[in-house]
C-alpha cells in the first residue's frame, strides 16, 4: 500500500501538521518516533544528546505561518497591453511520433515511461480513429504580466522602497520595470497551450517533465511542487483513471507517488467521446491544470495551465463555423494536420497574484517541512521583489490583489464590431468574481488615488462612474452547452467554472447602436478580500463603489458577421433525461459534508471528518436508510450525492471527477424545475457544486464507461492541497 509522502527526512507531511497541532503530546509523540533528527537539528530543536528539545509553542512557531500579505506595485499604465489570445497547438505528425523511442499505442506499458500501464480503452474499442498526438513538455521558464512600469506601494497606498536581485535599493517614489517571475509551464508559458478538440477525433498528449532542468538559472523561489513532479488533469474531461490526473490513481497505480518525477513522460488519452455515447453529454470547454498531490495550488499558480475547447461537429452543431447548425460566433481555419482555429472565439483564463514587496516575512507550515531549505525561512526576500508570492496555508484564503486576463494584468482587446463569444475560465487559487460590462465616461482611477487602503487597494483601479451598458447572452456552463440561452446582466464565476457568453458590439442594451472607437470594460463588482467568501456581490449586500475593470475591449470597424443570438425558447442542447422517480433515491443517497478540521489553525479540511487518504475510498455520512456506503459505484449506474458546506463562514466550490452532474435539490428545495435564483446554472449540467454558506446541494450523475479510482474535492485549492479530498471508485 502507498505510504504518505516524506519529503524531508523522514517526516510525512501530515504527521508534521497533526503533530503541531498536538501542542507538547504531539512534540513527545515527534520524538518518540524519532522523526526528523537531522531536520530538528538544523533548527536547534534537538538537545546536545540527541533528545528532542522543543516546546509546544517553538514547534508551533516553527510549523505555522505568518498571515501577512505584501501589496503589489501599482501598475502605471493600466489596459495597454493587447489581450494574448492562445493560437491552437499543432499535433506531431504520425511521422515523427512513430520514430519515438517509446511511440504512444494500445498496448501493456505504453501508457507511461515507467511502463507499467496501457488505456483503459483504446479509440479503435469504440469506432473512434487513432488520436492526434500532441507534446507538451513540463518546463521552468520566465513569465511577464505587464510591460508597464510599476510603482511600489505599501498596504497604505504610500510609495514605498523596492529592491532587485542584485541587493540594490530604490528610493521610495521610484518607477520599475517589473523582473519576470519563475514560472513552470506547459511547454514554458503561462497560459499553456490551447488545444481545440473535436468529438469523435481523439487526443494523446504526452507530457513530459523537464523541471529539474533550468536552462535559465532561475530562482524558483518557495512555491511549486518540491520535488518538481507533475500530475496533469484534463478538467473535466470523461477519462479513464490513468489519464485522469488524479492521485487516488497516481498513488496506487502508474507512477505509484504524488505524481510523475523529473525524467518521466505519460501519454494521458482523451478519447472526446460523451459519457454512455450520448450526445447529450456533449460539452464544449475543458481546461488541463496541475493535480499533483498537496501541491496543485502552488503548482497552478506557478503556470501550470491550459486551454481545451472542444467543438462538436455532428450536424454542424457547435464546430466553430457560424454559417452552421446553432451558428454561434466563431470563424473556423483548417490547417490540414487536424488542428485549426476559430475566430471571434475567445478563451478567457482569470488568475489573481500577488507580488513581493520585499519586506514581508516568507513564513509558512511548508517552510517549517522543510519542503524548501534554501529560501531559508523565514525571512524576507528583497530579491524576489515584483515576482509572484505565494502563501500555501494561510488562515483565511488566499487571494491575490494584482488581476489577470490570458497571464497580462489589466489588458486591452480591440474588437470588430459585431458578434464574439468569450469562454471565461477562474484559474484562481480561491476568488470569485462577479462580471458586469459597464461604459465609463471618466475612465479607471487607481484605488490609491481615490483614498482606499489596505484590502480596499485588490484590482488596482476603480471606475467611479461605471455604468452597466451591456448584457451577456450565456450559452454554456461547465457541462457545455445550455438548453437555452439567458440573458444575464451579471454571472459570478467560481474557481474552475467556465461560463460562455456571447458580446454583441454592435448595441448597447437600450439599443442604442455603437460607434467605432467606443469602449466598454469587463468589471468585477465582486469584493472578496480574503479567501472566505465575498464581503459584497450583487446576490447580498452590493458595493456600488466596487467596479474593479479587469478588461477592457476598443470597438473598431464593423466585420462580416453570420453569427446568430439563440432565441429564448431555442434549444442549444437537451438535457439528458432525469428519471422521473429520481426522489426515491434519496434514502439511499451518499452523503459528503466538507468543513474545516478543529486540531489546530487550518490543520487539515475535511471531508467527513477526515483528511484525504489517497490509497482509501471514503465512506458516506449515514444516510436516511441508515447506512454508510463507500463511495463506489457499479459501472453504468446513476445516484444521488449529497454534498454539505459543513459551515464555518466560507465557501466551497465542489469538484466531482469524471461526468457531470444535474442538481436536483438546494437546501432542501426541488431545482429540476426553478432553479435557485442565485445559481440559475444550475438547470444545466456541471461538474462542480457551488456551496455557499452552511448550504447542501443533491445532484444526480451517472458513473459510465470506465472503472478504476477517481477523487472528488473542493477547488479552493488550499483546501484540497490540505486534505479536503476523498476518493471514490467505479467497480465493474
Not at 510549523?63 to 501599482?74: D, G, Q, R
Not at 489570445?85 to 507511461?112: H, M
Not at 511502463?115 to 469504440?126: D, K, L, T, V
Not at 454592435?506 to 468589471?523: A, E, I, S
Amino acid at each position: 500500500m502507498p505510504q504518505e509522502n516524506h519529503d524531508h527526512d523522514g517526516i510525512g507531511r501530515r504527521t508534521l501538521l497533526r503533530v503541531a497541532a498536538a501542542g507538547g503530546l504531539g512534540a513527545a509523540l515527534l520524538a518518540a518516533r524519532g522523526f526528523g533528527g537531522p531536520f530538528l537539528e538544523q533548527r536547534g530543536l534537538l538537545s546536545a544528546d540527541g533528545a528532542f528539545a522543543a516546546t509546544s509553542t517553538e514547534l508551533s512557531d516553527l510549523l505555522f505561518y505568518v498571515e501577512t500579505f505584501p501589496t503589489s506595485p501599482l501598475i502605471v499604465s493600466p489596459f495597454t497591453d493587447e489581450l494574448p489570445i492562445p493560437r491552437a497547438l499543432r499535433p506531431v505528425a504520425r511521422t515523427e511520433y512513430s520514430s519515438w523511442a517509446s511511440p504512444p499505442g494500445p498496448g501493456n506499458g505504453q501508457q507511461n515511461s515507467i511502463a507499467n500501464e496501457r488505456h483503459q480503452i483504446w479509440p479503435s474499442a469504440i469506432g473512434y480513429p487513432d488520436p492526434l498526438v500532441y507534446k507538451i513538455d513540463l518546463q521552468v521558464r520566465t513569465h511577464a504580466f505587464t510591460t508597464s512600469q510599476v510603482l511600489p506601494i505599501d498596504k497604505n497606498g504610500r510609495p514605498a522602497r523596492s529592491f532587485d536581485a542584485s541587493g540594490r535599493i530604490y528610493a521610495a517614489g521610484t518607477r520599475r520595470t517589473l523582473p519576470p517571475s519563475t514560472i513552470y509551464g506547459f511547454n514554458g508559458t503561462f497560459p499553456g497551450p490551447r488545444i481545440n478538440a473535436e468529438y469523435g477525433r481523439p487526443v494523446l498528449v504526452r507530457f513530459a517533465n523537464h523541471l529539474d532542468e533550468n536552462p535559465m538559472n532561475l530562482d524558483r523561489q518557495d512555491f511549486g511542487a518540491p520535488d518538481a513532479s507533475f500530475l496533469t488533469h484534463l478538467h473535466n474531461a470523461h477519462t479513464a483513471p490513468e489519464s485522469d490526473g488524479n492521485p487516488h490513481y497516481s498513488m496506487l497505480y502508474g507512477p505509484k507517488a504524488v505524481g510523475y518525477e523529473p525524467g518521466t513522460w505519460c501519454d494521458n488519452l482523451y478519447l472526446n467521446w460523451p459519457a454512455g455515447g450520448d450526445d447529450r453529454e456533449k460539452q464544449s470547454f475543458f481546461w488541463f491544470h496541475d493535480h499533483r498531490m498537496d501541491h496543485t495550488g502552488s503548482n497552478v499558480y506557478k503556470g501550470m495551465v491550459g486551454l481545451y475547447p472542444i467543438y462538436d461537429q455532428k450536424n454542424g452543431t457547435d464546430m466553430g463555423d457560424e454559417r452552421r447548425g446553432l451558428r454561434l460566433p466563431g470563424v473556423r481555419k483548417n490547417y490540414g494536420d487536424g488542428s485549426f482555429d476559430v475566430d471571434y472565439d475567445v478563451p478567457l483564463a482569470f488568475y489573481d497574484c500577488r507580488l513581493d514587496d520585499g519586506v514581508t516575512t516568507h513564513k509558512d507550515v511548508h517552510d517549517g517541512m522543510g519542503e524548501y531549505p534554501e529560501a531559508q525561512n523565514p525571512k524576507t526576500h528583497p530579491e524576489w521583489w515584483g515576482k509572484t508570492f505565494y502563501r500555501h496555508f494561510p488562515n483565511h484564503g488566499f487571494v491575490g490583489d494584482l488581476f489577470t486576463v490570458n497571464g497580462t494584468a489589466y489588458p486591452v482587446m480591440h474588437v470588430k464590431r459585431r458578434k464574439y463569444r468569450f469562454r471565461f475560465l477562474d484559474a484562481s487559487i480561491a476568488r470569485i468574481y462577479e462580471f458586469k460590462l459597464m461604459s465609463s465616461t471618466k475612465g479607471p482611477k487607481s484605488s490609491v488615488s481615490l483614498g482606499y487602503k489596505g484590502d480596499e487597494l485588490e484590482g488596482q483601479y476603480r471606475i467611479p462612474d461605471g455604468q452597466q451598458c451591456m448584457k451577456f447572452t450565456q450559452i454554456a456552463s461547465d457541462g457545455g452547452l445550455l438548453p437555452f440561452a439567458i440573458p444575464r446582466d451579471s454571472f459570478e464565476l467560481w474557481p474552475a467554472k467556465r461560463r460562455e457568453v456571447i458580446i454583441d458590439f454592435t448595441r448597447y442594451q437600450d439599443g442604442t447602436p455603437t460607434t467605432k472607437g467606443d469602449v466598454v470594460y469587463l468589471t468585477n463588482v465582486m469584493k472578496m478580500p480574503d479567501g472566505r467568501m465575498w464581503e459584497t456581490s450583487s446576490r447580498f449586500s452590493s458595493d456600488p463603489n466596487y467596479k474593479v475593470p479587469v478588461l477592457k475591449f476598443v470597438i473598431g470597424d464593423s466585420a462580416p458577421d453570420n453569427s446568430l443570438i439563440p432565441q429564448p425558447m431555442q434549444q442549444l442542447r437537451a438535457l439528458p433525461p432525469l428519471p422521473s422517480n429520481w426522489r426515491n433515491l434519496l434514502d439511499d443517497r451518499k452523503i459528503f459534508e466538507v468543513e474545516r478540521g478543529s486540531s489546530g489553525p487550518d490543520v487539515e479540511w475535511l471531508i467527513n471528518g477526515k483528511p484525504f487518504e489517497p490509497a482509501t475510498v471514503a465512506s458516506s455520512l449515514r444516510n436516511p436508510r441508515g447506512a454508510t456506503p463507500l463511495a463506489q459505484q457499479k459501472k453504468g449506474s446513476f445516484a444521488l450525492w449529497e454534498i454539505r458546506n459543513g459551515g464555518g463562514g466560507w465557501v466551497h466550490p465542489f469538484h466531482l471527477h469524471m461526468e457531470e452532474h444535474r442538481t436536483v435539490m438546494r437546501n432542501g428545495r426541488d431545482v429540476t424545475k426553478t432553479p435557485d435564483k442565485g445559481h440559475p446554472d444550475d438547470v444545466s449540467r456541471e461538474d462542480l457544486v457551488a456551496l455557499d454558506p452552511s448550504e447542501s446541494v443533491i445532484v444526480y450523475r451517472g458513473f459510465r464507461d470506465f472503472t478504476g479510482p477517481y477523487v472528488a474535492h473542493c477547488h479552493n485549492l488550499a483546501h484540497e492541497d490540505h486534505a479536503m479530498m476523498f476518493g471514490w471508485e467505479i467497480t465493474p
